[in-house]
């Protein structure tokens, strides 16, 4: 166990669908991310709270909408997907944000099918 | 921000032998870690290495950095099955602060 849990394991939705993902952290951390990793391609950084406030929005789609109510609570807000939003959606954590060599600890991450 | 760009894409080898895996960044860094991941698993933090060193150990993992080559590699000693998985290198540049940035792994089969 990392200490990062989301939920739900596994989402199959329609793209008319709205959804919620949710992550919970018990490190005591005070920045959280969201990730898209997709088959063969990178991680991609979707988003950062720093102590609750979004510090990052990397160009992500109206579509995907992030809440932050505390330090250790993650949501990101689905509506309207299309099927290429169809990836593993990761959660992750830190100490701080923007500290050198801060290591990132993740989730087991939402497996999202959109049909 | 940048990728790390990892070689080879994959790897397959027998338990017991050693496993290198290559990292290439294009600008220069703070640190590099590694990570590993378990198929359809989140990710998890294997070894830190600052620009100022250049070697780094923990357990059978070895790592090495070359700044002028820009370049890493994670060497597993002594594979195991269980060390079947897909390893990352991350960089965390040296332009004021950022998040990490993930290459698109090295998946490592290692085979009974």
């Known amino acids: 166990e990392t200490g990062v849990t989301q939920t739900p394991r596994h989402l199959v939705m329609g793209m008319t669908n709205k959804k919620s993902l949710k992550c919970e952290q018990h490190?005591?951390?005070?920045?959280m991310y969201w990730y898209k990793q997709s088959a063969k391609k990178p991680l991609e950084l979707m988003f950062v709270y720093s102590l609750e406030e979004r510090v990052e929005n990397n160009s992500v789609p109206s579509r995907f909408s992030p809440e932050c109510p505390n330090s250790s609570h993650l949501f990101l807000h689905l509506h309207t997907l299309q099927p290429e939003d169809s990836a593993l959606y990761l959660c992750?954590?830190?100490?701080?944000?923007?500290?050198?060599?801060?290591?990132?600890?993740f989730g087991s991450g939402t497996q999202l099918s959109v049909l | 921000s940048q990728q790390g760009e990892e070689d080879p894409q994959a790897l397959s080898i027998q338990e017991g032998e050693n496993a290198t895996m290559n990292c290439s960044y294009k600008?220069?860094?703070?640190?590099l870690q590694w990570y590993r991941q378990n198929s359809g698993r989140g990710l998890v933090h294997l070894i830190l290495i600052r620009s100022n060193e250049r070697e780094k150990h923990s357990g059978r993992l070895r790592v090495t950095l070359d700044t002028s080559k820009k370049s890493s590699s994670l060497l597993i000693t002594a594979s195991r099955a269980a060390d079947t998985a897909s390893y990352f290198c991350?960089?965390?540049?040296?332009?004021?602060?950022?998040?990490?940035?993930f290459g698109k792994g090295t998946m490592l089969l290692v085979s009974p």
């Open positions: 991350a960089t965390d540049d040296n332009e004021g602060y950022s998040t990490l940035t």
């Open positions: 600008t220069s860094i703070n640190n």
């Open positions: 992750a954590s830190s100490q701080a944000y923007q500290g050198r060599g801060e290591k990132l600890f």
């Open positions: 490190l005591g951390h005070n920045a």
